[in-house]
């Protein structure tokens, strides 16, 4: 197992959680690192990603509300969720891949894979 996320649980509205993802050395330091995440009868969707290079990029639903970040000394992903919201609600993955075009594709298109994904933490948030 290369992926390992935790943290999820439930929160009220505008509460706020951190995800983290344990991953391997390699993939911080050469594969872009991703957040998806996939509510019940919804299609999934492209969260939060750190390309090879270059800075984070944010799906426009949770811009200025969550930050991905990492921290090579200890392989970690995180996610940080800020005023979250009732439509936040699902199942979050970490994920990986070696080419960041590709990333950048499948947190677009919902046919483009990852190489690598996590068992998913689930997220809900409700008053």
């Known amino acids: 197992v290369q992926l390992v996320e935790s943290g999820g649980g439930s929160v009220q509205p505008g509460g706020s959680l951190r995800l983290s993802c344990a991953a391997s050395?390699?993939?911080?330091?050469?594969?872009?690192m991703a957040w998806f995440r996939q509510a019940p009868g919804k299609a999934r969707e492209g969260v939060a990603w750190?390309?090879?290079?270059?800075?984070?990029s944010y799906a426009d639903s949770v811009k200025g509300r969550f930050t991905v970040s990492q921290d090579r000394a200890t392989r970690m992903l995180f996610l940080q969720m800020d005023n979250l919201k009732p439509e936040d609600t699902g199942t979050y993955y970490c994920?990986?891949?070696?080419?960041?075009?590709?990333?950048?594709?499948?947190?677009?298109?919902?046919?483009?894979?990852?190489?690598?994904w996590g068992q998913g933490t689930q997220v809900t948030v409700s008053s």
């Open positions: 994920a990986a891949q070696t080419s960041s075009s590709q990333c950048s594709a499948a947190v677009r298109d919902e046919s483009v894979s990852m190489s690598t």
């Open positions: 750190i390309p090879i290079v270059g800075p984070a």
């Open positions: 050395q390699h993939m911080l330091n050469n594969y872009c």
